[in-house]
Structures are given as structure tokens and as C-alpha cells.
Nanobody
Framework: QVQLVESGGGLVQPGGSLRLSCAASGIIFSINVMGWYRQAPGKQRELVAA???????NYADSVKGRFIISRDNNKNTVYLQMNSLKPEDTAVYYCNTKPIRESHWGQGTQVTVSS
């Protein structure tokens, strides 16, 4: 079955950086558009960044210029480099395909930005 396993979250001070990873199995990773999503407490889940099978990225306005999404099709892994983190980036971060497949959600990884 499909497994998406996120890692790399943690507690970081404002202005700091983190790199998230999502390892995929059970899907033909290379042909899928992959996305990073996040859900903050009391808010709906939102798309943060997505990357096409060929590596073309796009970003939500709130993270443009600070986050970088990338993928390694040989490792079936998608990454999210997060720089200049702000308290409002605090959320659980998930990866999924785009469009979303509800059955693919993993456990996510918590990112907390706080001094």
C-alpha cells in the first residue's frame, strides 16, 4: 500500500531553518506531482508548495522566497527546505500527491517556530 513518511520537523527559533523529507513507497513516485501541505491549530490544511514530475516548483504566496521544494526521483523522496521561519509557519507538515489522495496522508511532522 501507499506510505508517505515525513520527517525533519522540530522546534526552531524565528529566522531559523529546517529541512523536511518525505519518503514515498507504493506509488510510481516519478510521475506524480508532489506537494507539501500544512495544518496549523484551528485552521484548515493548506498547500504550501508543489513540484511537478519534471521538477518545476510553485509556492503559496506566504512562503515564496523562503521555502524551496525539491525531489529526488531515484530515492522516491520530496524535500522542503524552510528558511527564515516565522511563528506563523508553526504547523504539522504533510506531503501528498497533487491532487490530494485522502488515503495517502501520513502522520506528518511538527514544525514549531518559537523563541
Amino acid at each position: 500500500q501507499v506510505q508517505l513518511v515525513e520527517s525533519g520537523g522540530g522546534l526552531v527559533q524565528p529566522g531559523g531553518s529546517l529541512r523536511l523529507s518525505c519518503a514515498a513507497s507504493g506509488i510510481i513516485f516519478s510521475i506524480n506531482v508532489m506537494g507539501w501541505y500544512r495544518q496549523a491549530p484551528g485552521k484548515q490544511r493548506e498547500l504550501v508548495a508543489a513540484i511537478s514530475s519534471g521538477g518545476s516548483p510553485n509556492y503559496a504566496d506566504s512562503v515564496k522566497g523562503r521555502f524551496i521544494i525539491s525531489r529526488d526521483n531515484n530515492k522516491n523522496t520530496v524535500y522542503l527546505q524552510m528558511n527564515s521561519l516565522k511563528p506563523e509557519d508553526t504547523a504539522v507538515y504533510y506531503c501528498n500527491t497533487k491532487p490530494i489522495r485522502e488515503s495517502h496522508w501520513g502522520q506528518g511532522t511538527q514544525v514549531t517556530v518559537s523563541s
